[in-house]
Structure formats: structure tokens, C-alpha cells
């Protein structure tokens, strides 16, 4: 069986965008996982590579074995029905929670960089997200194909210009103290199982669009690589920053001071990658608690974003920092159950 690359190349688009969401695109996230940890954060992030490319390949994989629709029938797989039916509450209580975070990156965009109300940046986000939302997936996969493209290209362009600065190697193998220097041994697993855990409401129906085996598989492997080297060359970026936890978009205030001519592009590009993971995060829900009640899209959509709206009104820094760890935590579980399940052996190509 051939492979379709241009499917392939659509899904790890998808893949990459719902991934890099407010947290990642602007460094926040790396850097209360990864790069506040110094070296130690570079060997993490290598680990948590391999696991992106490998189960996040498995995991789309299995949604077309299975013939999922949504990621309910692929936690029922691996938990049973009876605890999969607790852990889907959880993963949507968990989804709410990163739209929300989503949302108040957004507003965080507006008020740090443009000089706007958080307010204004969050409520013009979720018109945006109801005009792109109203096309379906195919509105999904257009975003994905041009945002993701252009976040890779500025995370090189910013990691070759810190490479230039003088300190860049040392700064590279340093290894700062931290009082929960522990959490890095964990963080690659937790990364990771936090990451799957929820993109999987997207990534499930996207890979059952596709439904083809080989094709999925590439998919996995492509965006997974793509998610490998965005977290490197920003982690290796973000490095470079002093008192980097301070900063609500560190990413942006380096690409301030070091290439301040692509600024603006770069803001751009950034609520770009929030947008997208907003919208494919609210796909998945809306498809999911459709399977419950007997309402109209339009209408579990605007729930939706009336849920997350007020949860957003919290500090970004504040709601990044407490719950993207706690949810890491929660999802190891269900890395485990994933790692640990087989695909059948006349899938293996």
C-alpha cells in the first residue's frame, strides 16, 4: 500500500499545531518543563522526542485500527469501559482547562506585546475561532499547513542568532539549582503523557479522516520529528535568557531584543499557534460532548468557550504553571496503557 504524503505531511501539521499551543509557542511551556532545568532539560527533551515520535505515531495508528471516532472509544480501549468512562470525565475537565489557558495566552499576546486589554485578545480570539470552526476540519488542516511551516522557521532563525551570542555553549551545559530539581526527571514522561493525553481529541478524529495505516503512521513520525526540533532549537533559544521564568512570553521579549525587524511576524506567529491548538482542542470537545447531549454544535461550542472564558480570566503565567504540570502528572497512566498496548501484528508495516 502507497503512502499518501500529502495526507501525511497534513497530519503532522495537525499534530504539530495542536502540540504547540500557548504554552509552547511562547516558551512558557518549555521552559517550566525543559529549560529551567539547563542541560538537564536538553537531555529531557531528546527523551520526550523519542516518545512524541514513537507514541504519538502508535496512538493515530490505533484510532484507525479501531476505527475511533473520538478519543472516548481510544481511553475505553486501553482503560476498559468501566474506568475509561472516569478518565474521559477527566480528560474533558482537563481540555476545558487548557483551552482556558489557551485563551488567557491569547489575552497575555495582546496585553504584553500589543499594548491591548487582555480582555480585547481573548474575545477577539474566540470570534476568530467560530469563523474558522464553521469550515470544519479542512479549516483545521489550512491553518495547521501554514502556521506550523512558519513556526519552525523562526525557531531557527532565533536559535542561530543566540548560537552567535558569546556565552551560548556555556550556557548550553549549565545546569542551574533548582529546589524541584527532581520534577526534570519526570518531565519528559509527564510532557509527553500531558501533551498525547489531550491532543488525542484531535488527533483521534483527524487520523480517522485519513483512515489509512501507513499514511497515519508517517504522519506520527513527521510530527513528531517537527515537535523534536521546535523544542530544541527553542529550548537551545530560551537558554540565553536571563531570569527566563519571569517572562509571560519569553519567546517573544528574546526575539525583541535579538531581531527585533521580525518582531512583529514573529507575535504573529505565535498567536498563530495558539489559535490553532484553541481551535483544534474545541473541535475535539465539541465532538466528544455531542456523543451526550442532544444539542446542536453551535450551541456546545458556545458553552464551550463561555466555560473557558472565565477560567481564562486567571493569570496566564499563573494557570500554565499550576495545571500543565498537575495534568502531566494524571496523564502517566494513560502514556503507560498506551506504550503498553499492542497493535495487531498485520498492521506492523
Given amino acids: 500500500m502507497r503512502t499518501n504524503w500529502g495526507a ?86 482537563m481540555l476545558l482547562g487548557v483551552c482556558a489557558v489557551m485563551l488567557a495566552g491569547a489575552g497575555a499576546i495582546f496585553d504584553e506585546q500589543l499594548g491591548l486589554t487582555k480582555m480585547a485578545g481573548v474575545i477577539i480570539t474566540i470570534i476568530l475561532s467560530f469563523i474558522v470552526m464553521a469550515v470544519g476540519i479542512k479549516g483545521i488542516f489550512a491553518v495547521n499547513t501554514f502556521v506550523v511551516p512558519m513556526m519552525i522557521i523562526f525557531s531557527f532563525i532565533l ?51 485519513i483512515n489509512d495505516d501507513r499514511t497515519v503512521k508517517w504522519g506520527g513520525w513527521i510530527g513528531g520529528a517537527a515537535l523534536t526540533v521546535i523544542l530544541l532549537s527553542s529550548h537551545l533559544t530560551l537558554v540565553m535568557l536571563p531570569n527566563l521564568e519571569a517572562y509571560e512570553i519569553p519567546m517573544a521579549t528574546i526575539m525583541k531584543n535579538l531581531a527585533s525587524g521580525l518582531y512583529w511576524i514573529y507575535i504573529l506567529v505565535i498567536y ?42 486567571i493569570n496566564y503565567g499563573t494557570l500554565l504553571s499550576k495545571l500543565y504540570p498537575l495534568f502531566g502528572y494524571v496523564s502517566l497512566i494513560f502514556l503507560v496503557l498506551l506504550w503498553m498496548k499492542p497493535l495487531p501484528a498485520a498492521n506492523e508495516k
Avoid at 31 to 38: H, N, Y
Avoid at 161 to 172: K, M, Y
Avoid at 174 to 203: M, R
Fill in 8 to 93: 501525511a505531511f497534513q497530519i503532522a501539521a495537525v499534530y504539530v499545531g495542536t502540540v504547540v499551543g500557548a504554552g509552547f509557542a511562547t516558551g512558557k511551556e518549555i521552559v517550566e518543563f525543559f529549560s529551567r532545568f539547563g542541560f538537564i532539560g536538553l537531555i529531557s527533551i531528546l527523551m520526550s522526542g523519542y516518545l512524541l515520535i514513537f507514541l504519538g505515531s502508535k496512538l493515530m495508528r490505533m484510532a484507525v485500527q479501531i476505527n475511533a471516532k473520538s478519543y472516548q472509544e481510544i481511553v475505553n480501549h486501553l482503560f476498559g469501559s468501566l474506568l475509561g468512562t472516569m478518565i474521559n470525565m477527566l480528560l474533558l475537565i
Fill in 159 to 209: 536559535m542561530i542568532i543566540s548560537s552567535q551570542l558569546p556565552d551560548f555553549v556555556d550556557r548550553i551545559f549549565h545546569i542551574p539549582f533548582a529546589d524541584d530539581g527532581w520534577k526534570s526527571v519526570v518531565a519528559p514522561f509527564s510532557y509527553t503523557a500531558f501533551n498525547l493525553a489531550l491532543s488525542q481529541a484531535v488527533l483521534v478524529p483527524v487520523a480517522s479522516e
Fill in 272 to 313: 498563530g499557534e495558539i489559535f490553532t491548538s484553541i481551535i483544534g482542542n474545541v473541535f475535539g470537545l465539541e465532538r466528544q460532548i455531542s456523543k451526550h447531549v442532544s444539542l446542536p454544535g453551535s450551541m456546545i461550542v458556545v458553552g464551550i468557550f463561555i466555560v473557558t472564558y472565565f477560567i481564562s480570566l
